[in-house]
């Protein structure tokens, strides 16, 4: 029964996306919509039934690889790890799909036109969103590596919807970029099958250390491509020229968290990286978290402030993920409950700042003020969003940076606690500056900016699709939490 | 149970009645000391008595119309006589029990407060000058005043005010109660409204200042207020810091008490008799000087001396 | 268990009222009606919680969603010292909550739906933050407060002052809080728990083993409490962030968010951390921060002329007051536990009487700028005594108050204070001096208070310009709560011993308060005269009902007796301007000419911190963009390495044929020389 829910969640995207290619424009929405609604309601159902104890289902194999690894070799597996990546994907993607149904449409102030172009939007959008199901659903490290790619050949697609030349060359910088790091992911998975004859998760953990080190650092370079980590990170603040709903999907929720995804399952299946490994993520991800919290100042579009934000909380992930492989579970089950805190929170803010442009034309920080007047809703949403992203209790940061925080103090010291300090500094100074941009552009008497759209009245899905996201800063961690304590060694 | 009440009632009224009907007395007395320094007659010694009964059959004259503002004067002159009660006269303190040297920096205070919030409800610009003048001149005594007390409650160990003059006492002249006694007397100079600290009231400046727009019965009563102020502080002054010689009998303790006061009384009229009024700025400086040195008191006191 | 169920249905009103109100925001004053029966309902059961907690100790400590991997759970239990909270937050939240009816009507353009819910679950965080004892809870209830009352100080968002105050408010409180979780992780590390009990053994030997990590750890938790508290330098944020936020917002803080601080303090240092040495230190360390505070907040005070500005630097005064109390009774309790159970109880004692008063000053600062629409004192300029007489009597009482003048409740407790420090000269010499300081500072109260009602009510009544409506007292739902917290004053001040008792049972309730005397032995077990006494000595008296009494017959007979004797008729006159012939409103003696030569001697008493221009630094924006000197050069070193191969192309077979014999020499050139020419 749940394999059957699982193959729908997988292929019930891939159909919508092949209806939407080929339906006129008006109706690829419809269809979309309500297979994207679908693919989220078994995905819950399918989270639901599957919890506590998890699932895993064998469907085929590559026989000519051999009798141990070809025999069994494609299958489903959701545990509670999958589980989260699943309900993110499923349920963001499901937002951002309606959330497209009223941005995508000729009001849209930012982007005049395209609305004949909805087909191929949809198709590529529902694209990723199977081949993310993939990502999160595969049971070894083979089966991720080909829904990973996958992801990327959309994502290239997407970044380069509006086919302007910017938009075009910025989607090949980050196909670049992310393959190259893809063909570290290949040379992870060729060692690992010559070694051990085995793609499954903990195979590596079978090596000999040496080896093991090369593997988890193979894996760690495709990781950092993936989620825009230093020195990798230069194609996600470029890949805003993407309609923001895709920004808000591919580059803050889903795609980018299948890195840091990859680097959980390989820390937590088997729970043998070797040290230097895991000290080479942490200051990798201090330094990301660091490198791009100096890019804040500098940034007057809102969407690149934001894309700079998600590359500093994927480092907050891997830092969690970090701690974990160096002997701390609670960093790892914290970093993995920010994965589906952050994707609700940045989300929410990316599709704030998509419904002001659709309503101003404008994304710069130096031209939008007071726009709480005309925009209550939106500002409130913004705000919710830097609380839950920088971690202010109820909401869903907290509780995730908190469990960071407390596997990092249980390092040996001084790790511990210079940890713990560099990331509540961090962790304040980029509150302050979310905080004053959010002061600046939503505060304040309302100055137009003159292209606005009138009556200044958003889509009912744009704000429906608000309105949830809110709601989900405030519960992911309901979620996430009973989930994450069964990551354990 | 009852004996005791009585007793406590007795001296209160003791208290009171020395306080309300001595400090006109002084008053003329000093008045006609000053008229005598300046070569003049001067009016009798009964003057005060006899203005305050003029003031009194008065016709009232109000600028603004609130039962607060109504009652004004007699709170002022209550809060004072109040204050008779919490400190000795001869013996112990009446209402001992009730207020000690916190109690009395406080209550003291109260007709100060109530003068200057009459003041400013008063309307008149002079008014208002003279009230914030007066709230300075409570700003730069009132320190000294604490100071002095409170070297007295190190030294006794106690902040009771009887506790404090017993202990004065039986113990003889000390270096800290004394510098602490000396202080509390440039502070009684203040607290009396004399030269050259009436800033406050400077008839010549601002027509008696926080008074201005007073008049009739609630002049007298303000007046009678001041009057006894200046009594009181100087009881408290000589039974705190200068109770020798004390018999213990209230017949001989309390006229004795009265005279030390009176002394007290005669040099600051004449201190106010030979200076010119200070500038407000100038009188501030003094004062926090008087309380910087009382601070040696202080450290006398800790040290024992 | 009955506490928790209580305590569960106060939040539940809370909750459901936001969400109440949230939803009727919209629909006029049905919004405002909603939270005041939800504030009601979770008041009236918070009290009765802090009830049940007074008579008999309380219920056991009840535990809830519980997050394994941290070792935390939500732990309630309502011990007096919450209790002691509880009944000064349910009130004080409902008082807010009902003058707010009226007074949020002048915000016309702002919609209160950002209002009313925010301000109900502040008020849940605030009761959750004193019943919690797991410090993880706590930090998340108190992480809520600071968010929840930033989004009330930017209320009037289209106002930049209010902006700039949100920000430094989140931002120096965001700070603080990011300490005590730091300290709290540290201590957790070897608890492995966030209960209390297991913190406060974990406290107790990080302090034996890591001496400097211990006080690093109590530095951050002393660093959060007077952040929020508002002692200085870190309290910089107070007097902009209460003067921004809409003024019945202002009274709730400063009646229970901020002192919230002082709560922080006293479970820290007397629940968390044993008796030893570090209290005494950290004693010292937080009365010299009170009388830091007291002074330099206070005497900033003088100065001000925003009526609310005013009396927010002397929040920063009075809870300095407290500290002081707090500080010089924690470092005393060792030495000498009378004296030490007598600072504390004085600086608790002053907390609920600051709850009392200055939220009441708060609502008449409110209550004068809902009729006139101004703060400012020299723009007032005094005469709204005659026609706002409810107001005037409620702030002239709650001002007087906070100066300690008796038989008020804040002599009471200043008195308490002071006996602390005069009488600990044995131990410190520095104590009586602090104690004189903080008479001194007293009276600077009393000269600010008195500009203020000064400059708001007394004086030549006003004229209202032609064609405006005449001033009123305000409704009778803004003037209420005025008027029951200055009685309350009152009634606390004359009558202090019940209210005593229950803060010295709040105090001694404390697991490090071991060695506490008894009230009895303490404040004496009379119920008209409180006397402090040592070896049956009475060392400190005060009897505020004798000495009213006395007043008022003393008071009835000059009046009687002397001031109305003679019969005399009373006639109402002109202020008399010597003659000259003014318009009253040029004849104004303003509030800001008040006591100049004074303040210029305590010019700039108050520090500002400056803000912190940031430049970002040129060199290290290239250096960090890795596409300027890495990617980019790289891809047109492909480029242009792909361009040369691709000129190789020109299509002429010869050319290839040369290419390829080249290559096949080169090839068995590489190989002759790799194998060295053997086979």
């Known amino acids: ?489 | 149970m009852s004996a005791t009440i009585l007793k406590v009632a007795a001296l209160a009224i003791l208290n009171v009645a020395l306080v309300l009907l001595l400090s006109p007395l002084y008053e003329g007395l000093l008045r006609k000391l000053k008229a005598t320094l300046h070569s003049r007659m001067g009016p009798p010694v009964f003057q005060p008595f006899l203005d305050t009964l003029k003031l009194l059959g008065k016709e009232d004259l109000l600028t603004v119309q609130h039962p607060a503002y109504a009652v004004a004067p007699a709170a002022a002159l209550a809060s004072v006589l109040l204050l008779a009660t919490i400190i000795p006269i001869g013996g112990a303190p009446p209402l001992a029990f009730a207020g000690d040297v916190i109690g009395v920096v406080y209550v003291a205070s109260m007709s100060a407060v109530l003068l200057i919030l009459t003041a400013f409800a008063s309307g008149s610009p002079y008014a208002a000058v003279g009230g914030s003048r007066e709230m300075m001149s409570l700003l730069s005594v009132e320190p000294v005043v604490a100071v002095t007390l409170v070297v007295g409650a190190m030294k006794a160990g106690t902040l009771s005010v009887a506790g404090i003059a017993d202990w004065n006492a039986a113990h003889g002249p000390t270096i800290s109660m004394t510098l602490a006694g000396v202080a509390l007397f440039l502070a009684v100079q203040a607290q009396a409204g004399k030269l050259p600290f009436d800033i406050p009231e400077a008839d010549q400046e601002v027509m008696g200042g926080p008074l201005v727009e007073q008049s009739g019965p609630r002049l007298a009563l303000f007046r009678w207020t001041m009057w006894a102020r200046q009594l009181v502080f100087s009881l408290l002054l000589v039974e705190l810091f200068f109770p020798w010689p004390r018999t213990g009998v209230l017949a001989a303790d309390a006229p004795l008490a009265l005279l030390k006061a009176l002394v007290v009384l005669v040099l600051v009229a004449v201190v106010d008799v030979v200076n010119p009024r200070l500038k407000v700025e100038q009188a501030m400086g003094y004062y926090l000087r008087v309380a910087l040195s009382s601070l040696a008191a202080m450290a006398f006191a800790v040290v024992g001396m | 268990m009955i506490t928790f169920r209580l305590l569960e249905a106060a939040a539940a009103f809370l909750i459901a009222g936001a969400l109440g109100a949230l939803i009727t925001a919209r629909r006029g004053r049905r919004g405002a009606w909603v939270s005041v029966v939800a504030v009601s309902g979770a008041a009236i059961l918070m009290v009765a919680s802090a009830v049940r907690a007074f008579r008999g100790g309380g219920d056991p400590e009840v535990s809830a969603l519980p997050i394994r991997a941290l070792g935390a759970a939500l732990r309630i239990h309502v011990d007096p010292l919450s209790a002691v909270f509880l009944c000064l937050a349910g009130p004080i939240a409902l008082l807010t909550t009902l003058y707010s009816v009226e007074y949020m009507g002048r915000f016309v353009r702002d919609g209160l739906t950002k209002y009313y819910p925010v301000l109900l679950i502040l008020f849940l965080a605030i009761g959750g933050t004193v019943v919690t004892t797991d410090l993880f809870w706590f930090l998340v209830f108190w992480e809520l407060m600071t968010l929840t009352s930033f989004v009330l100080v930017i209320f009037e968002r289209e106002s930049r002052e209010a902006h700039r105050a949100g920000l430094k408010y989140f931002v120096w409180n965001q700070g603080a809080a990011l300490g005590l979780m730091g300290a709290a992780l540290v201590l957790w590390r070897r608890a492995g728990s966030f209960d209390f009990e297991a913190i406060r053994v974990s406290l107790a030997t990080l302090l034996d083993t890591a001496p400097v990590t211990g006080h690093a750890v109590l530095f951050l938790f002393f660093f959060g409490f007077a952040t929020k508290a508002g002692i200085l330098p870190m309290g910089t944020w107070l007097p902009d962030a209460y003067t921004a936020a809409p003024t019945s917002v202002t009274a709730a803080f400063g009646g229970t968010m901020t002192k919230l601080g002082i709560y922080g303090l006293l479970r820290v240092f007397l629940h968390l951390l044993p008796l030893g040495p570090a209290t005494t230190i950290w004693g010292i360390v937080i009365a010299v921060a009170g009388l830091t505070s007291l002074f330099a907040g206070t005497l900033s005070a003088l100065k001000q002329d925003d009526a609310k500005r005013l009396m927010s630097y002397h929040v920063i005064g009075q809870v300095g007051y407290m500290f002081f109390g707090v500080g010089a009774g924690i470092a005393l309790m060792q030495t000498d536990p009378l004296l030490g159970t007598l600072g504390l109880v004085a600086g608790l004692f002053h907390l609920i009487n600051n709850s009392l008063y200055k939220p009441c000053l708060f609502l008449g600062a409110g209550a004068v700028e809902y009729r006139t629409g101004s703060r400012s004192l020299s723009a007032l300029g005094g005469g709204l005594g005659g026609v706002m007489a409810g107001t005037m009597a409620c702030s002239l009482v709650a001002s007087l108050a906070i100066a300690g003048v008796p038989p008020l409740n804040g002599f009471t407790s200043k008195w308490l204070l002071y006996a602390t420090g005069i009488l600990g000269a044995e131990s410190s010499f520095l104590l009586p001096v602090a104690a004189l300081v903080a008479m001194f500072i007293s009276i600077v109260t009393l000269a600010s208070f008195v500009k203020y009602v000064a400059g708001a009510f007394l004086g030549a009544p006003v004229v209202t310009p032609a064609g405006a409506p005449p001033i009123r007292d305000v409704p009778a739902t803004m003037l209420a709560p005025q008027y029951v917290l200055a009685g309350a004053c009152l009634v606390v001040g004359l009558a202090p011993f019940a209210v005593l008792r229950l803060v010295h049972q709040a105090i001694v309730g404390l697991p490090s308060m071991i060695g506490a005397p008894d009230f009895a032995s303490l404040l004496g077990g009379s119920n008209t005269t409180l006397a402090l006494a040592r070896d049956g000595i009475t060392l400190a008296s005060w009897a505020p009902v004798p000495l009213t009494a006395v007043l008022l017959i003393l008071g009835i007979a000059a009046y009687v007796g002397l001031q109305r004797a003679g019969g005399v008729v009373t006639r109402r006159v002109p202020v008399w301007a010597c003659g000259e012939e003014e318009n009253p409103a040029e004849l104004r003696y303003r509030a800001d000419s008040l006591y100049r030569p004074f303040k210029d001697v305590f010019h700039g008493m108050y520090p500002r911190m400056p803000v912190v221009r940031f430049e970002f630094p040129d060199f290290l924006r290239r250096t960090l963009d890795l596409d300027h000197w890495l990617y980019q050069p790289l891809a047109r070193g492909t480029q242009g390495a792909v361009r040369g191969v691709s000129r190789t192309h020109v299509g002429i077979p010869q050319v290839y044929l040369l290419w390829i014999i080249i290559g096949a020499v080169a090839v068995i050139l590489t190989v002759l020389l790799v194998t060295g020419g053997a086979p």
């Open chain 1, 1 to 489: 029964m749940l394999t059957v829910i699982l193959c729908l969640v997988l292929l019930l995207p891939v159909a919508g996306a092949v209806m939407a290619g080929h339906a006129r424009a008006e109706e690829s929405r419809g269809i979309a919509v309500r297979a994207a609604l679908a693919a989220a309601l078994l995905a819950i159902w399918a989270a639901w039934s599957a919890f506590p104890l998890g699932y895993d289902v064998r469907l085929g194999g590559l026989p000519w690889l051999g009798r141990e690894a070809g025999a069994g070799l494609f299958g489903l597996l959701l545990d509670p790890l999958a589980t989260i990546l699943l309900l993110v994907v499923t349920i963001i993607g499901f937002l951002t799909v309606l959330y497209s149904h009223g941005y995508l449409t000729e009001h849209n102030q930012e982007h005049h036109g395209t609305p004949e172009d909805q087909g191929r939007y949809y198709f590529w959008l529902l694209a990723f969103m199977a081949s993310m199901v993939g990502v999160a659903t595969a049971p070894n490290f083979l089966q991720l590596f080909l829904f990973w790619e996958l992801t990327a050949v959309c994502s290239w697609s997407l970044i380069s919807f509006y086919r302007s030349a910017t938009s075009l060359r910025v989607g090949f910088k980050a196909i670049l970029m992310t393959h190259a790091g893809g063909l570290f992911f290949i040379a992870a998975l060729l060692v690992m099958f010559a070694q051990t004859g085995s793609f499954d998760f903990d195979a590596p953990s079978r090596m000999n250390e040496n080896l093991r080190g090369w593997v988890y650092g193979f894996l760690l370079v495709a990781a950092w491509a993936k989620a825009a980590q230093v020195p990798l990170h230069t194609w996600l603040p470029d890949a805003m020229e993407a309609p923001t709903p895709i920004s808000a999907y591919l580059h803050a929720a889903a795609m980018v968290k299948a890195g840091v995804f990859l680097m959980a399952r390989a820390v937590s299946s088997g729970w043998a990286v070797p040290h230097g490994v895991g000290l080479l993520m942490a200051v990798m991800a201090f330094v990301t978290m660091l490198v791009a919290l100096s890019f804040y100042f500098l940034q007057d579009d809102l969407k690149r402030l934001l894309a700079y934000s998600t590359i500093a909380h994927l480092g907050y992930v891997l830092l969690g993920v970090a701690i974990g492989a160096m002997g701390s579970p609670v960093g790892l089950q914290g970093g993995v409950l920010h994965i589906i805190c952050h994707a609700f929170g940045k989300a929410t803010l990316f599709l704030c700042v998509g419904a002001v442009a659709w309503i101003t034309g404008s994304r710069s920080i130096s031209r939008l003020r007071g726009v709480a007047r005309v925009m209550p809703i939106t500002a409130a949403a913004y705000f919710i969003g830097v609380v839950t992203v920088t971690g202010i209790p109820p909401f869903a940061g907290f509780w995730s940076k908190f469990m960071i925080l407390a596997g990092a103090i249980r390092l040996p010291s001084p790790m511990g606690p210079v940890i713990v300090t560099l990331v509540l500094v961090e962790s304040l100074v980029a509150f302050g500056w979310m905080l004053r941009v959010g002061q600046v552009v939503f505060l304040g008497p309302w100055t137009p900016t003159g292209v606005e759209r009138q009556p200044i009245l958003l889509p009912r899905s744009m704000k429906a699709a608000l309105w949830v996201l809110m709601l989900g800063c405030l519960i992911a961690p309901v979620i996430g939490i009973p989930l994450v304590h069964r990551i354990a060694p």
